[in-house]
Each structure stands twice: as structure tokens, then as C-alpha cells.
């Protein structure tokens, strides 16, 4: 509905100034209580006015907590997280639109069902296979008794130990394993004219010349988008490093933000560090947001011009 | 560039297509000639494109051989059959400039960059895009993409050019221009040509010879002359032609042909039921016919298009030359020409005269 009166207009913006200031209210407060001493923080509590020690807050950030090495933790992270993620993605949605598989329809509605469970509906089995990676293959040698095979003819139980908890693999796996970026590919392929790749075979292109050629430079804007949306998930993922990693030095940085606060119920949390560690923490995803900004839009809408 | 390599000869064996159990080409044999240009024409659905899919090697054929040039070729990959194909859409590239568009194919095939590009600015002269070739697809008009397309499949000096419907997306003046285009460069290329097309125009002005296909089969197969005035079936007869060709049952006495109130329309040695065709444009208006009420009127200036009643009631088109004698009137009589006058089976639609009304 498109309505051009000045009453709706003017409400409409009253209501997103108020949706405005709700949001930077909290971003506010973090920015202008990482500029403050310990000292002043202490003595005013929560300012509006901002402080000089924004440098030294970060130095202290920097030399007295695990956050660089956890910040590093998760730049690894959500960079694997997004790498594979957009590979596996392009993959499948390529063999799904431009193969004709006898059960691609069932096998495209099995990689959109992950969607409908999200980890942290199965994190206790997550756990579980992080733990032992190995333990579906036991549990399959089990049940076709090769297990009690092998036992009664050579005496050893076969029990594979594998674990991957406390690993960055274990760490991204998981976060890895849904259907969203196969489905933006697909959409994205289906747009595209259905005479492309017949063009393409007509001018002598085999799948993986045509996937090289011309698939992959036309998804630019989707790989970035797809890359970005799956990095800031593995950035801001909290539950599964939280339980995933169980040293502080494997731990990301979100974790690393949630234990700056202390232990002891009595202290005083150094509030003015703490808002620099959120700062720190926020500062490349925003970045990466900022930079890639007219791609993620590009890529998202779908449209051809 | 050079003149192309010699136009193959695309002989179809009993070639079969179907989707699961849908049949959607009953097996069907045709001959296409060497360095002819062939338009297969019919209503969507009909399986032309399909057709034009199997012998691109695109589409599998379920059954039945496709020789090009003598060889069997079904079996074999698209890019070795030399063929080419112009699509309905284009489908350029988006991402590549019009050179690298042009010269993809040949790019594929490992050809070095200066033959390479030797080779794209010669066949983009041939569609006359020299100016334009390090622009993309996006910032060309529908025409010119149109060109980018032919030149591409054109590039490669194929023995056998094949085009879906290629001039749809035009609009109609610039579709016009494209036929005479195309009509020039199949001359000029002398590739064996195969045409797929809803369109009777485009048939009727390109084809040397027209391939009617109707549900997967074949109605018939002949020159666009042929086609307009010995349709070989009820189809045929309806399809071609605009207005189209005036269908009228009628019952044989062995003298005249009847409406059923027993008002005749033309002289015949037929007994029996049968379906009369005549074209609207050869139907004459005489002193003394068969009397008819005009209905409706549509000047078109250079002829008009009437819809008279006869006295039957059924309602037929006749095409007049603009004259004075029918402006005024609401009433006229109509003369059928017997040499004019097609005569087809109601039961199967095939033809039944087929010695008579041998006229141009």
C-alpha cells in the first residue's frame, strides 16, 4: 500500500526516530563508558559524557585479558564457517538446479529441513558426535554386529575415539551444517535465463568450464552476501564455543566478553574494560558490514537488471 | 571471414521423444536439405522445440537416429556435432564483454588469441556490431543483443545453424528488419538453417521450406507455397494464413457441394460429408451467388475484411480490395471459385482433392 499523506508520513517518522534512539540508547552507553577511568566510572556510575581514556582501557584490554587471542579464535573461526559454507553451498545448489538427479527434490527439501532444527535444538547430540566424531561409526558397526565379529575372532573391540571439542574444526562444524546458503544459490541460479548453460554446451562448455566460467562470476554479489551473513553468524555464535571450547585459549571472543566480568558476585565489574572488549569485539564485523554493504544488498534482492 | 565450411544435410530416423510416459514426439522422419533454410512451425506445445533440442544435442532423443552430414550423431556431445544455436532470450553471457561473448566458443576450443580474435571481429561484421564489441550485454538494445547471438553462433562456422524462436522478443518493426537480415546472412552463410517459430510470418517470408508440426507430428512438410495453397489438412488450413482460410461443413451430392439447407456453394464431384475450404482473399463478390448479411466490417486500408452470415447462419470472413461496391452495402452475394476451393476429410482432416485447384 502506497499512501502520500503528510499525517502517516509524519507518524511513520516519529516512529522510526523513536525505533532509532531505542537501538543507539545501549550503543551509546557502551561507547561513552569505554572512554572512562575505573575511578570516574566508580564516582558517576553511567555518563553521558564521554572520558579520555579510551586508549588505556584498550591497553588494558589487551594486556590483562585472553581477547586478542580470542579475537584471533574467531576471525578463524567465521572465516572457516563462511568459507566452506559458500562452497558447499555453491556446490549443492549447482548440482540441485543444473543436473537432473532422480531425487533432487526430496534431497533440496532434506537441505531445507536443517533450517527447521537449529543447533540449538540438537545441541546435546552435537555435543555428543563433537565429542567422538567417531561415534555414528560405532554405533553403525554395532548394529550390523561387526562389533561382536571382530570381538569373537580377534578378541578386540573395535570403540573408535575421535574428538574434535576444543578444536576450530569442532568449532565451526557445526555452525556450518545448515541449508541457507544451498537455498540463496538455488534461488539465485533459477533466475538466471535456462538458456545460459544451454548456451553453454553449445559453445562446447563441459559443467565444471560452465560452473568456472560463467556461474561463479556471475554469483559474485551472492558469495559476498552468503560470505558475510555466515561470517557474522559464526562471530556472534555464542551457545555451542561456549560449551565447544573449554580452554580460555580456544575460546572466541564473544565467550572471551561474557567471562571479562568477574566471578565474585561482591567486585565491582571494571565496566568502562568491559565496554571496550564489546567494542573491540564489534569492530570487524561493523566493518565488514560497512565495506560490503552494497553487495549484501545486491546479492540478497535477487533481481536481475 | 571466410565463406563456411560446407552446409550439411540433418536426416531424421524415426526420432522419439517422451518425458517419463509422456509422449511428446511420436517417432518422426524428415529430411532436412543441405544449406536449405527449414522453419518448423506449429502452436506452442507442440514439441519444436524440442525437435530443435535433440538435433542440438541438448536433449536426449528417446528413440530413433539423427544423422548430420551422414553420421550419427545422437550420441554425441553438442559442441561435436557442428551445430550452433541462437536462443529466444539470447542467453549471452551477462559478465562478458560482446568480444568475449562472440568468442567463447572458440575460447573453449583452445583456438589462439589472435585467430580468436581475427575471427570474432569478422563475424561481427557480418551482423555489423564492429563498434561495439568491448561493451556487455547489459548495455546493448533487444536487437543488437539479438546480433551478438547470431554472431556467436555464426563465429564458429558451423555446418548446421539452429534458431528457437529467436525474433519473439522483438519488437514488430524491428522484427521485420531482422527477417531480411536473417534471410541475407543465410544466403551469405549458406549453413543448413533450422528455424523454430509459432510464427506464420516468419515462416512463410524465411522458410525455403516449412516443417507443420502439430502435437509431435508432422502435417506437413513443403515449400511456403505449397503450404498456404495445398494445405495438406484441416490443421494446416486453419493455421495459415490471416484471416484464416474459411472452413464450412458441407455434404457432396456428386454435382454440388451443400450446406446442409441444401443451398449450394460450388460445383464437385464429391458424394459425402467433407469440411470446404477458401481463403477469405479468393472468394468473389459476383451479381448473382450466394446471398450473405455483413455483420461486420474492418477497413484496413489496404483491403477490408468483411464477416458476412450466410444463409445457414455460419459466418465466414471475406477479404475484398477496397472498392466503392461494398462500403454502403449490408447485403451482398458471394461467388466461390471451384479452382480455389479445398475440400478436406471431417473424420481425419486429411485432404481430399488433391489433383483439383492446382492455382496460384
Given at each position: ?36 577511568s ?11 559524557i564521554?572520558g579520555?581514556?579510551?586508549?588505556e ?22 572465516t572457516?564457517?563462511?568459507?566452506i ?7 549443492t545448489?549447482?548440482?540441485?538446479v ?9 534431497l533440496?527439501?532434506m ?19 563433537a ?14 554386529g ?8 580377534t ?42 548453460s ?8 563441459g559443467?565444471?568450464?560452465?560452473l568456472?566460467?560463467?556461474?561463479i ?5 551472492n558469495?559476498?552476501a ?17 560449551v565447544?571450547?573449554?580452554t580460555?585459549?580456544m ?10 566480568s ?23 564485523p ?5 565495506l560490503?554493504?552494497?553487495?549484501i544488498?545486491?546479492?540478497?534482492t535477487?533481481?536481475?537488471? | ?73 545422437q550420441d ?8 550452433a544455436?541462437?536462443f ?35 563475424a561481427a561484421?557480418?551482423v555489423?556490431?564492429g563498434d ?22 555464426i ?10 524462436e529467436?525474433l519473439?522478443?522483438?519488437d ?27 510464427d506464420?510470418v ?67 464431384a ?31 486500408g489496404?483491403h477490408?475484411?468483411?464477416?458476412v ?6 459466418e465466414?470472413?471475406?477479404?475484398t ?21 479445398h ?7 486429411q485432404?481430399?482433392?488433391v489433383?483439383?485447384?492446382?492455382v496460384?
Open positions: 500500500m502506497i499512501e502520500n499523506t503528510k499525517s502517516l508520513d509524519r507518524t511513520a517518522n516519529v516512529i522510526l526516530a523513536v525505533g532509532v534512539l531505542y537501538i543507539l540508547f545501549p550503543l551509546v552507553i557502551t561507547l561513552v563508558t569505554a572512554t572512562q575505573f575511578e570516574s566510572f566508580l564516582q558517576n556510575g553511567f555518563s553521558f564521554p579520555t581514556y579510551l586508549l582501557n584498550i591497553q588494558i584490554v589487551w594486556e590483562t585479558t585472553q581477547l586478542p587471542r580470542q579475537l584471533l579464535n574467531s576471525i578463524i573461526v567465521a572457516m564457517v563462511a568459507l559454507k559458500c562452497g558447499i553451498a555453491f556446490t545448489a549447482f548440482a540441485i543444473y543436473f537432473r538427479i532422480r531425487y533432487g527434490g526430496i533440496f527439501g537441505v531445507l529441513v536443517t533450517n527447521l532444527m537449529p543447533l540449538d535444538l540438537r545441541f546435546i547430540t552435537t555435543y555428543q558426535v565429542a567422538n566424531i567417531m561415534m555414528p561409526v560405532n554405533a553403525l558397526l554395532d548394529f550390523f561387526i562389533t561382536y565379529i571382530v570381538q569373537t575372532l578378541g578386540y573391540r573395535m570403540n573408535f575415539q575421535v574428538s574434535v571439542l576444543n578444536t576450530y574444526f569442532g568449532l565451526a562444524a557445526p555452525l556450518l551444517a545448515n541449508g541457507t546458503g544451498t537455498f540463496l544459490f538455488r534461488q539465485y541460479f533459477r533466475t538466471l535465463p535456462a538458456d545460459l544451454k548456451a553453454a554446451r553449445m559453445d562446447g562448455a559443467p565444471m568450464r560452465f568456472w566460467d560463467i556461474l562470476p556471475l554469483s559474485r554479489a558469495f559476498a552468503l560470505f558475510v551473513l555466515m561470517f557474522l553468524g559464526g562471530w556472534t555464535s555464542y551457545l555451542w564455543p561456549l565447544a571450547a573449554s580460555p585459549e575460546q572466541t571472543a564473544v565467550v572471551g566478553l561474557a567471562r571479562l568477574p566471578g565474585d558476585p561482591g567486585q565491582i565489574p571494571h565496566y568502562p574494560a568491559i565496554m571496550t572488549g564489546a567494542l573491540m569485539v564489534s569492530v570487524i561493523l566493518a565488514m558490514i560497512a560490503m554493504q552494497r553487495h544488498v545486491r546479492g540478497l535477487l533481481t536481475e537488471k | 571471414m571466410q565463406p563456411a565450411s560446407i552446409a550439411a544435410e540433418i536426416a531424421l530416423d524415426a526420432v522419439e521423444k517422451s518425458f517419463g510416459n509422456t509422449p511428446v514426439i511420436p517417432p518422426l522422419s524428415a529430411t532436412l536439405g543441405a544449406g536449405e533454410f527449414t522453419v518448423v512451425l506449429g502452436p506452442s506445445g507442440c514439441g519444436k522445440s524440442t525437435l530443435l533440442n535433440m538435433i542440438a544435442g541438448l536433449e536426449p532423443v528417446s528413440a530413433g537416429r539423427i544423422r548430420i552430414d551422414g553420421q550419427e550423431v554425441w556431445e553438442p559442441k561435436d556435432r557442428g551445430c544455436m541462437v529466444q532470450n539470447y542467453a549471452l553471457y551477462p559478465h562478458m564483454t560482446v568480444a568475449e561473448n562472440i568468442g567463447y566458443a572458440l575460447k573453449v576450443a583452445g583456438i589462439a588469441r589472435a585467430e580468436r580474435q581475427q575471427r570474432v571481429e569478422g561484421r557480418v555489423q556490431l561495439l564489441l568491448d561493451r556487455r550485454p547489459g548495455q546493448l538494445s533487444g536487437g543488437q543483443r539479438q546480433r551478438v547471438a547470431i554472431a556467436r553462433a563465429v564458429r562456422e558451423p555446418r548446421v545453424l539452429l534458431f528457437d529467436p519473439s522478443n522483438l514488430a518493426k524491428l522484427r521485420h528488419g531482422m527477417r531480411m537480415e536473417l534471410s541475407h546472412l543465410h544466403r551469405r552463410i549458406g549453413a543448413t538453417s533450422v528455424f523454430v517459430t509459432h506464420q516468419e515462416a512463410m517470408t524465411l522458410a525455403d521450406k516449412v516443417l507443420i508440426l502439430n502435437e509431435g507430428r508432422i502435417e506437413q512438410f513443403g515449400t511456403p507455397h505449397e503450404i498456404y495453397h495445398f494445405p495438406a489438412s484441416l490443421f494446416v488450413a486453419g493455421f495459415i494464413g490471416a484471416p484464416a482460410m474459411n472452413l464450412i461443413e458441407v455434404e457432396g451430392d456428386g454435382t454440388a457441394l451443400r450446406l446442409p439447407d441444401g443451398t449450394a456453394l460450388a460445383g464437385s464429391h458424394r459425402g460429408r467433407a469440411v470446404l475450404g477458401i481463403r477469405p482473399e479468393k472468394l468473389r463478390i459476383a451479381e448473382d451467388g450466394l446471398p450473405a448479411t455483413i455483420v461486420y466490417r474492418e477497413d484496413l489496404s477490408a475484411v468483411l464477416v452470415r450466410l444463409g445457414s447462419g455460419q465466414i470472413n471475406v477479404s480490395p477496397l472498392g466503392g461496391d461494398t462500403v454502403a452495402a449490408d447485403q451482398l452475394s458471394l461467388h466461390l471459385p471451384e479452382a480455389h476451393v475440400l478436406f476429410d471431417p473424420a481425419s482432416g485432404r481430399l482433392n489433383t483439383q485447384g492446382q496460384r
